[in-house]
């Protein structure tokens, strides 16, 4: 009778100290993953791949933007309903507000809903300053060439709308150097 015990508290305290550390693990991954993401230096531009982006943007008020922006330029897709996206907003909005009017991001919420409805979740989820952008998810499929897309994704645009990198996942908005290597990714494919 004593053994039976033992082995059940050894067994129910195992387990619950495995769940512990694992659950301490996965959060600690998850936190590195949501809160670091790649750095923006790691978008190393290639040779230009796909077909040019030929879509148009809606933002609130009925303003529509057409790509590409003749310009080099980053588009970051994202969802309201994905949560490293959630994490990865503050530090894009500060990213932006930093850099200022003349900011090379387009950020773009995909399958989210109307522009009204994207504000509204950016003004629930206390993010500010960041721009309103949603495209439609048959215009967006037939660019990307697929029906799956991983969000968040972040493609690096060339001047004449082609993708020159692209990575998947949360970058690192607010590490140090960001906007540095991103202004020389860009005076690299200007020259």
């Not at 531009?45 to 008020?61: A, H, I, M, N, T």
């Amino acid at each position: 009778m004593n053994r039976r015990i033992f082995n059940r508290r050894t067994f129910i305290l195992g387990t619950a100290g495995l769940a512990a550390l694992t659950g301490v693990g996965a959060s600690r991954l998850a936190g590195l993953v949501v809160r670091r993401g790649a750095p923006l230096a790691s978008l190393v531009p290639d040779k230009p791949v796909g077909e040019p982006v030929r879509f148009s943007l809606s933002g609130l008020d009925g303003i529509n933007q057409s790509l590409p922006l003749h310009r080099p330029f980053l588009l970051h897709l994202w969802a309201t309903w994905c949560s490293p996206c959630r994490h990865e907003l503050p530090a894009l909005a500060a990213f932006m507000r930093d850099w200022g009017a003349d900011c090379p991001v387009v950020p773009v919420a995909v399958s989210s809903g109307s522009p009204e409805k994207v504000r509204a979740f950016l003004t629930q989820s206390g993010v500010s300053g960041l721009p309103v952008w949603t495209v439609e998810d048959a215009d967006l499929k037939a660019w990307v060439g697929t029906e799956q897309l991983a969000i968040p994704v972040t493609f690096l645009i060339d001047g004449d709308g082609r993708v020159r990198a692209s990575a998947s996942g949360p970058q690192d908005w607010s590490g140090a150097g960001g906007a540095e290597a991103l202004r020389k990714i860009f005076a690299g494919m200007r020259g």
